[in-house]
């Protein structure tokens, strides 16, 4: 049974910044690719980032492209989401994901099958 548990959620100023970290467990962790995805009130979940399972290849959306970083540490089987230069459009509860497909790097919802429960971010104008 795959796990993920995010944390690292809350409250900041608009500029300010925030790591979000996705805890795994259930299976082997590296070779899978894992997503950031988001969901505003009233608003579609969207994609946010993706990491290989290597690590080596990123994807972001265009809204957050230069201010947010993913990363991944096969280590400590978590995936990291760096977020600066926070704005109020940016809250959302945020959520990660992860395939049971190997070599591939998914960018939509859909395409992912293991998600977890959500971290709350706000962003205070």
């Known amino acids: 049974q795959v796990q993920l548990v995010e944390s690292g959620g809350g409250l900041v100023q608009a500029g300010g910044s925030l790591r979000l970290s996705c805890a795994a467990s259930g299976r082997t962790f590296n070779p899978y690719a894992m997503g950031w995805f988001r969901q505003a009130p009233g608003k579609e979940r969207e994609f946010v980032a993706a990491i290989s399972g290597s690590g080596v290849n990123t994807y972001y959306a265009a809204s957050v492209k230069g201010r947010f970083t993913i990363s991944r540490d096969n280590a400590q089987v978590t995936v990291f989401l760096q977020m600066n230069s926070l704005k109020p459009e940016d809250t959302a509860v945020y959520y990660c994901?992860?395939?049971?497909?190997?070599?591939?790097?998914?960018?939509?919802?859909?395409?992912?099958?293991?998600w977890g429960q959500g971290t709350q971010v706000t962003v205070s104008s």
């Open positions: 994901a992860t395939t049971k497909r190997l070599a591939v790097v998914p960018r939509t919802g859909h395409e992912y099958e293991y």
